[in-house]
Structure formats: structure tokens, C-alpha cells
């Protein structure tokens, strides 16, 4: 007895025909077969009976019945392809886009069903169907980012400029078809500036900001969009040669331009900083032209608003006396908005892409030859050799700051816990320290002083604790002076643990962080712990101004070699870095004082190479200079002491100077003139802050220029010790110098 034995089944494919993806069981069954795929009904359709007989008129004998008797099924008239829903032209849109494994692709895959007629072009047109703009641009680029900070600004009950908007970014979605739009028409620019190696400067502006938001937001979709489709690392040799190294060129200092900002985060973000290193030459270019950023300290902004600020925003909301900063921001398009906005500063980013080099061509970078100190583990790998793609997740912090740091007098800033636990734990760093005399000279106006001078790298390793208070509204910075980061001047060992203790205020920990302050009062974050170098070990004190996250730490004499008290100032960047200056505290805070960068890696971030130790007790510490018999030894760098420059040579400065309360007066060259008018500037009233000196802006540096070895009474009119932090610069101790 014969058994029925069934068709064999085909294997699983992807559907070819259009008429399979509209009905795909009833409207496929007549769709011709698509060469080397199966049609879904093929195996299981009857063979038509070639032996049937005919009439004389050649009609069959029963139309509606096969050779077995059987009904035949009545087929469906072919629908006509444009007369489908806009809806359905869509869905076949972003199935001919969009690849099996959901990610999206080049538009141009559908520009054969686009053009196939007019009535198909006009309901997939942009105008007509955001909707499938929509969906492609979900399908091609990443969303976390974007969900997570669209959700922190309802949070945080953000009030700024291009916020308002923010409830249209998910329920418009056409504001989503013009920003995949918008990318696309960045994709083609920017294949055009690599096809003829020119930048197109007509949208600069725009097109950093949109790959800044790009980097920002990259999970993997971005990446591969910036790699595959923008030619991005290509792009940015182009605007590397173009923009920042064609302005090294010209006269004077280089400008610190958003262009330049946006372009140098962006080299960092995607690991780029490491070209343009080919050959020796163009080595030597790119150190030329960042030596001016690295070392002109006073030249260059680094904060979004004046470190004198212990309290921010200075004015209530809704305050119009004061209009938005906007010597350096620039214009960009997003969503459909146009928007105005300062991007992250250019000289921290210069600061980390110099010592980066410096630790790949140590040979080739101007530093005097045994005046540096490194790592006795360093073993060849510098601390700031890492440097790989990061999750969007690591960027939130930087774009909050970015998002609501704009403007001193109005921005709101940033939550007061939003840098705790980024602080704590064991730190590895470097601070550079620029020849004392070449940097006098700089600031009395001899710029190509900034290119000859030498340097010397200073290794240091700290080990800092934080401790979270709940203080008044009003005594938030401290009562003590800036150079102290607010705290009193005695440095001892019982300052230590009266931070660890609150200095006087309420500690939160716990649950108590998460609870909402009473009226008038909010949350501080103070810093304690202790430091090691070449010079020995130093007591840590700071502090994190909440508004905007600027990390301030003064450093106490170091023992066994007291070399004076510092300052160092920065922020927490992007990846964990610490990146900032370092301060004298002898010059007052109301001068341009000695200062130079530093950077910092924390134990533990990404950053931090895994071989390093992770403590302070598992460190074995840093090479150690020769202080000589009597602690100092000769040449620039730190911890040595340079032959005091004759009266007769010291230049005289080209601008008049204005003290912080005094009236103006000209210049003198006797160094001590400062010191001989102290009496009568204390008796004079504090000079009235002009109206067109805006705080916070980068243009108040260059109208505070003052000699740094010409000493004033400081901002509050006090007068200091003669012997310990007054006197002009040519004669206290340099930067490593023995302390008198």
C-alpha cells in the first residue's frame, strides 16, 4: 500500500517580491518567481493539464474547473504600485534601507522605487512623509544618548535657551526627518573636502558641532556612520592642515577660535591626535604650534566663568541686564532649531594632546635635559598613553556642563552632587613648568619668548578624599582666600581631619545625599588628602565649586624640601582626566601669578593604564632631582633655582597697570615700586568694575594684564606679609626653589 509522501519544504528566505511583502498570502501567490529563490506557493502549485480537451472556439469545456474537477482559485487583480497607501510605499521603503540585521544604510538604496513614477515620488518625498525619514534615522543612528540627556534636562527642570523645545524632539517627527537629513548633507560636505583636500569653511561652524554631537552620542551606529560614510579620519588631516596649523603661521599668538575648540576635542574624542606625526617635521609642527596654548597661560581662557566666583550664577532667573556671551560661541543647527552655544575649551584640550605628545617624542619636545621627573614603575609608558572609543555614557557629564554652564550671570549650572565620587581614589599626573624668566618675559610682551624657552615635566601622585557638607547658600566657596581654595591660611595636619569633619557644617553620607536641602541651604563637596613628588609630600586641601565642577586644591609646603604653597585648578574631563593649571599663591588672585599645565589620571577610570599601581602604598614614587648641599641646584625646571636676573635686564612691560585697588598709573622698571606704594593703595577705594567688563568672558583677561613681578594689594584691599607671599616675583623663590 502506497503511503502519501509530501513536498518537501523549502528553506527559509528572504522575500524578494514586493507583492509578498504587501500580502503574503494571497497577493504573492501569483508573483512570478525571483531567479534563485523559491516562491512561497511553487512547490505546492498544480502543473497545468496540457491534455485537456478543447471546444471548437478553443474555450475549455468547464472554465471554472481543472482536469480533477476542482474549483479553480479565482486570482486578485494586481493592485497598481502607486496606488498604495503612503503608508505601505513606506514600509516597503525601509525594507529596501534597512538590512536584515536592523541598521540602516545609504538612502540612496531607495531611488529606484522613488522614481519609479510620480505618484510613488510624491508620497515618499521629504515634505510628505516625515514619518519614514523618521524611522530611518532611528534605524541608522544612535538613540541612548539622546533618551538619556532629553530625560535629565526634565530632571534637572532645566530653563535655558534651545531647552524649551525639548517636549517637540520626541512627538515631531519631523524635526527627526531634517536631522537625518542634515547628517547626510554633513556626509556629502565632508566627502567633498576630502575628495579635493580644501575645508569647506562656508558651514564650519555647523558641521563641527554636528560631529561633536556625533562623538558624543556614539554607541556603534555613529561610528560607523563618521568611519564608512564621512571619511572622518580622513576629514580631519584636512582640518588639522587648514584651520589649526595654517594659523600657527601668521603673526602673534594663534587665535583660540570655537572652531579650533570644537576641532581638538573632537581629534581627542576619536583617538586622532595621534596623526600628523608621519615624519620629524611634522612632529615639529604640531609642537610648534601648541607650545603658545601650553605655555601662554595668561593669553588663554580655561573656565567657564572666573575662578574668583565662589557663588554662581551671579544674577536671580529671568535677569536681562546682562546680554549672552558671545565672543565664542558658535552657530549650529539641530532637530530643525537653531541654536547658539560655547563649546568645551580649547586650551584643556590642547593641554591633554601636548602631553600625549610628550610622551610619544620625548626627544623632539624642547625639555631641558635633567630637569624632569617621572615614574620609577614608568617603565617606557606614560600615564597618558591610553586612549580608545568610549561609550556616550562617558560623555553625559561634559555635555551637562556644556548645557548649562553657558553664562555666569544666567545659566543655572549644574546639580551640587553632580561630580561626587569622580574625585576620590589615587591620582597620576604631570605638571609642566615653563622657564621661570622666559615666562616673565612673555608677559612683558616678548612673545617668541614662548617658542624658545624650555620646560620641565614635574611627575606627582596624589591620594584624595571627599567629603560631601550641607552649608548656607551663602557661605558656599569658604570664607578664606582664593589661593587657600576658601579655607584658612594655617596649613596643618588638624586641617585635615576638620574637613574630614565638615569644617564647621553638617556631613551628609548615605541617604542623606539624595534628600532635598532645607531653604537656603545646598550641598558642597570638600576635597582632603596628600600628595607625593620630587619635592616630597604635601597636605591636600579643596574643594568643587558646584556650578560648573571647577576642582580647587591648594597644595602646603612640601617636606622634606618647602617649596612654597600652590594651587591647582581644572576640571574633570571626558574619560576621567583632571586637566588644568597650576598656581603660584604669592602673586594675588586679582594678577596674571606663574602658572602652567597640568593632567591628571585617576586609578581605576579608563584612561588609567592597567599596569600602574592603583595606590599610594602600592607606588614606589618618582624620581628625585639633585637639590644639592644646600637644596637647590642650577638651570630651569622645577625645584631648582635660577641666578637671579640683574634689575638693569629685566623688561620693562609695554601696558600700563591697573591694580585691583588703585587707580591707573603707569609702569615702573624698579620691580619694588609695588611694594613702595602699599600704603597709599590701601588707603585708596576699591576701583568700581567697569560695565562693559563682563565676568566670565575671555576678553576681562586681556584688560586684567599686570607685570607678575610688580606687587598690588589683592582684590580685598588686606595687605599681606612682606616676608611670605607679597614682594615681587623676581624676588621670591621660583617654582622649585627653597622657601626663605
Not at 718 to 735: C, V
Request: glycine content about 8%; proline content about 8%; overall charge positive.
Amino acid at each position: 500500500m502506497s503511503t502519501y509522501t509530501p513536498p518537501p519544504s523549502n528553506p527559509p528566505t528572504r522575500k524578494h517580491s514586493l507583492h509578498y511583502i504587501l500580502s503574503p498570502t494571497e497577493l504573492a501567490r501569483d508573483a512570478p518567481d525571483v531567479p534563485n529563490v523559491a516562491s512561497p506557493t511553487s512547490a505546492h502549485r498544480a502543473l497545468p493539464d496540457t491534455h485537456t480537451p478543447q471546444h471548437a472556439n478553443g474555450n475549455s469545456k468547464d472554465k471554472g474547473k481543472n482536469s480533477n474537477g476542482a474549483i479553480k482559485p479565482k486570482c486578485t487583480p494586481r493592485p497598481a504600485l502607486g496606488g498604495l497607501p503612503k503608508e505601505v510605499l513606506a514600509a516597503i521603503a525601509i525594507n529596501l534601507v534597512v538590512d536584515d540585521e536592523g541598521n540602516g544604510q545609504r538612502p540612496s538604496r531607495m531611488m529606484a522605487l522613488l522614481y519609479t513614477c510620480k505618484a510613488i515620488y510624491s508620497k515618499l518625498k521629504f515634505d510628505n512623509n516625515p514619518v519614514l525619514y523618521n524611522r530611518l534615522f532611528r534605524a541608522t543612528f544612535d538613540l541612548g544618548a539622546l533618551i538619556r540627556r532629553t530625560q535629565w534636562m526634565f530632571d534637572v527642570k532645566t530653563d535655558i535657551p534651545g531647552t524649551s523645545k525639548k517636549t517637540e524632539l520626541f512627538a515631531n517627527p519631523r524635526s527627526w526627518a531634517t536631522e537625518y537629513r542634515d547628517r547626510w548633507s554633513l556626509r556629502n560636505r565632508m566627502r567633498d573636502c576630502v575628495r579635493y583636500d580644501k575645508l569647506n569653511l562656508d558651514c564650519i561652524d555647523t558641521d563641527l558641532w554636528a560631529l561633536w554631537f556625533l562623538w558624543t552620542e556614539n554607541d556603534k551606529k555613529n561610528f560607523k556612520f563618521l568611519y564608512e560614510e564621512c571619511l572622518f579620519y580622513q576629514w580631519i588631516m584636512v582640518n588639522y592642515k587648514d584651520d589649526m596649523l595654517s594659523d600657527s603661521l601668521k603673526t602673534g599668538y594663534p587665535r583660540d577660535t570655537p572652531v579650533k575648540a570644537l576641532g581638538i576635542w573632537l581629534a581627542m574624542i576619536s583617538g586622532s591626535d595621534l596623526y600628523g606625526e608621519r615624519t620629524p617635521a611634522e612632529v615639529d609642527e604640531k609642537i610648534f604650534l601648541l607650545r603658545p596654548y601650553a605655555f601662554a597661560c595668561f593669553k588663554y581662557e580655561m573656565m567657564y566663568a572666573d575662578w574668583k566666583y565662589r557663588k554662581l550664577p551671579l544674577c536671580k532667573p529671568g535677569c536681562t541686564d546682562h546680554p549672552v556671551i558671545s565672543s565664542y560661541t558658535a552657530q549650529y543647527n539641530r532637530f530643525g532649531h537653531s541654536h547658539r552655544r560655547a563649546p568645551p575649551h580649547f586650551v584643556l584640550g590642547a593641554y591633554l594632546c601636548y602631553m600625549r605628545i610628550l610622551e610619544r617624542q620625548p626627544g623632539r619636545i624642547g625639555m631641558k635635559a635633567g630637569s624632569s621627573t617621572v615614574f620609577l614603575d614608568e617603565a617606557g609608558t606614560g600615564v597618558f598613553t591610553v586612549n580608545h572609543l568610549m561609550p556616550s555614557v562617558y560623555h553625559d557629564p561634559e555635555w551637562q556642563r556644556n548645557t548649562v554652564c553657558q553664562d555666569p550671570h544666567t545659566s543655572p549650572g549644574l546639580p551640587p552632587l553632580t561630580f561626587l565620587g569622580r574625585l576620590e581614589g589615587f591620582w597620576r599626573g604631570r605638571l609642566l613648568f615653563f622657564d621661570f624668566d622666559a615666562y616673565r618675559q612673555m608677559l612683558a610682551g616678548n612673545m617668541p619668548a614662548v617658542y624658545t624657552g624650555t620646560f620641565a615635566t614635574h611627575a606627582a601622585e596624589a591620594e584624595i578624599r571627599e567629603t560631601v557638607i550641607q552649608v548656607r547658600e551663602e557661605d558656599v566657596g569658604g570664607k578664606g582666600s582664593l589661593l587657600n581654595a576658601g579655607f584658612a591660611d594655617e596649613e596643618r595636619e588638624e586641617e585635615q581631619e576638620r574637613i574630614r569633619t565638615g569644617y564647621g557644617h553638617k556631613v551628609l553620607t548615605g541617604d542623606d545625599l539624595k534628600k532635598a536641602d532645607p531653604p537656603g541651604y545646598t550641598k558642597e563637596i570638600l576635597l582632603s588628602g596628600r600628595v607625593r613628588s620630587s619635592w616630597g609630600w604635601s597636605r591636600v586641601r579643596g574643594r568643587v565649586r558646584s556650578w560648573d565642577g571647577l576642582v580647587q586644591i591648594s597644595l602646603g609646603n612640601s617636606t622634606p624640601h618647602p617649596l612654597g604653597q600652590w594651587i591647582w585648578r581644572g576640571y574633570i574631563h571626558t574619560g576621567g582626566y583632571l586637566i588644568g593649571r597650576w598656581r603660584d599663591t604669592y602673586t594675588p588672585e586679582s594678577q596674571f601669578g606663574y602658572e602652567g599645565p597640568l593632567g591628571m589620571v585617576r586609578a581605576g577610570d579608563m584612561y588609567y593604564p592597567s599596569h600602574f599601581p592603583k595606590s599610594m602604598a602600592a607606588s614606589t614614587g618618582t624620581t628625585k632631582l639633585d637639590f644639592g648641599p644646600d637644596g637647590g641646584t642650577q638651570g630651569p625646571g622645577p625645584g631648582q633655582i635660577h641666578n637671579r636676573m640683574p634689575r638693569s635686564q629685566i623688561p620693562k612691560s609695554p601696558m600700563s597697570h591697573t591694580s585691583a585697588s588703585s587707580g591707573s598709573r603707569e609702569s615702573s622698571d624698579d620691580p619694588m615700586e609695588g611694594r613702595k606704594r602699599r600704603v597709599a593703595d590701601d588707603a585708596l577705594p576699591p576701583r568700581k568694575r567697569r560695565d562693559s567688563e563682563r565676568p566670565g568672558s575671555r576678553a576681562s583677561r586681556d584688560s586684567n594684564s599686570r607685570d607678575m613681578w610688580e606687587m598690588r594689594p589683592n582684590s580685598r584691599g588686606s595687605r599681606r606679609d612682606s616676608d611670605s607671599r607679597s614682594g615681587s616675583m623676581s624676588e621670591r623663590p621660583r617654582a622649585g626653589s627653597r622657601s626663605e
